[in-house]
């Protein structure tokens, strides 16, 4: 029989190995993790940008070279880039560098709302570097000096993340990172379009709403860019400072491009973010076949459906793409409808569409779109506002304000409208869709080549006023909803019913007050809140089923 002693020998001879394997494993780990984390940015040829300077002509007004940067009265800022690509980032970051910082102040608090604790953002950044390790070798050359040249502008405080061009890169994957983990319960982006009989002018009319929603402040500070590259087409989009990817465009041969999330799974590594691929079609493609063929041969890791509309081909298709089949729906009709799933031959059938036709609002959204678009007669720029405004349900129902089965959800970043055919466009303003949709004519804008003067470039004439609703009673206890939800999330005393009696037929306002009384242990006041949601009608099935399992927990209690 071993001795006392011989046993507490080998006990922590044991203990010790263990402990030099953890260790050992941890700073391979460590040192894996930093290697991929390493940025390596581009090397551009010409770098003389580096030294340019803005000039402030008039106060706010921004110019180096021919570009330009402003704020319009109508709220939105402007943005005028042109030439090589690092040099258009550079010159980029330097016209919008408050921008370009705030976006990431408000972006990373965001995070820090959703993970609030330290150690875990700390893990966070490593894991997206990890998840991220192949990023730059799934963007081209270009892209990469661009971004590059914009990270220059960007602030030093956050290299505790990583460099100021690994965040930035990194963040042009946060729109893909968010579908794919949100995919049970994707934000809704809605966008159509007519053309021949079924437009007033038999011109093309695409509409769009890019429901994409990080706060209210991240959505306040809109871009609208026009880009002058010194190769491919000239383009415009709508974006945000840091920002080179597009989400919604139109380039000077009348091609315009919106993106919508479709059902993704969660991706096991990085590929080409949604938002480059779209830069590059409206960037290089002028009809339908070319931005097919760009699509094809860049791999996406999450899916994704692309309306392009044509000028050239006089329609629209939508492109739908997942990280290993692309599919294109053609409605051969002279209009098209696209919501969050799939309409393909192809991609329609798959497991994942079919769970997000049974479970997701999408569905409804697209048969309350061909039912607006029904009753509208031939359609106008006009008429294609009020759709996108519109925050009512199936048969004109009210489910709610904010009920993401209504085409307004009340969370666009923006929302746009684009003439193909006449290279015109309008861009929202706030609040949401609500506010006031400037038109820009792209033919006038790049016919400046520069401007040196401050001067409103929209064209006024066209102008389509705010929405009425904004007067009215119902909206004015909607932004009181709002701010009550708000003061819930921030922890502070409410009274619950206030939430029910300033939005009452949206269900979410019955599940969050449950919610609340829930916290308080009143769970006989939570359980008449939950069973009263299920009366009401209720986004998603996710969010049915969850509603049922807290009446549950209610009766347990």
Known sequence: MLKKSTLVKRLLKSILYVFSGVTVLLLILAVYLF?????????????????????????????????????????????????????RGVINGKLTKELVIKQED????????????????????????????????????????????ISQSA??????????YQRILNYHAAHDIGHALQG??????????TWDARSEDSTMIIGRNFDFYVNDDFARDKIV??????????????????????????????????????????????????????????????????AIQIAKKRRMFVSESLLVASAYDKKAVVIEKTPDTLDVYDPNANFIVCANHFQGKVLRQSKGNIEQISNSASPYRYEHLMDLLNNNGKNTVQKTINILRDTKGLNNANIGLGNEKSINEFVAHHSIVFEPQKLKVWVSTSPWQLGQFVCYDLKKVFALKGMKKDQEIIDSNLTIAADTFLKSRSYKNFVAYRSIEQRINDNEQVDPDSLIINNPQYYNAYVIAGNYSFKQKQFKKALHFYQTALTKVIATKQEEDSIKQKITQCKKN
Request: hydrophobic share 35%.
């Open 225 to 290: 860019a026009f880009y002058n590259p010194a190769h491919g087409y000239k383009f415009m989009t709508v974006t945000w400072g840091g920002f080179i990817g597009a989400v919604s465009g139109m380039n000077d041969r009348g091609l315009s491009l919106t993106i919508n999330a479709a059902k993704s799974t969660v991706p096991t590594g990085s590929a080409t973010p949604v938002s480059l691929v779209a830069r590059e079609i409206l960037q290089y493609a002028q009809n339908i076949k070319e």
């Open 106 to 149: 408000y972006f990373t608090a965001q995070i820090a709302k959703i993970v609030p604790s330290k150690f875990y953002r700390s893990f966070l950044k490593y894991f997206v570097a990890w998840f991220n390790r192949d990023l730059d070798k799934n963007i081209t050359k270009e892209y990469k000096e661009e971004i590059y040249g």
């Open 35 to 87: 290697c991929v984390a390493i940025d390596y940015p581009p090397k551009p040829k010409d770098v003389s940008s580096e030294k340019l300077q803005r000039n402030e002509p008039s106060p706010g007004f921004y110019t180096i070279k021919n570009n330009w940067f402003r704020k319009s009265k109508s709220g939105l800022y402007e943005l005028y880039i042109e030439g090589e690509p690092f040099e």
């Open 184 to 193: 049970m319960a994707l934000v809704g982006c809605t966008s159509f379009g």
């Open 155 to 164: 602030s030093d405080k956050y290299r505790y993340i990583g460099s100021n």
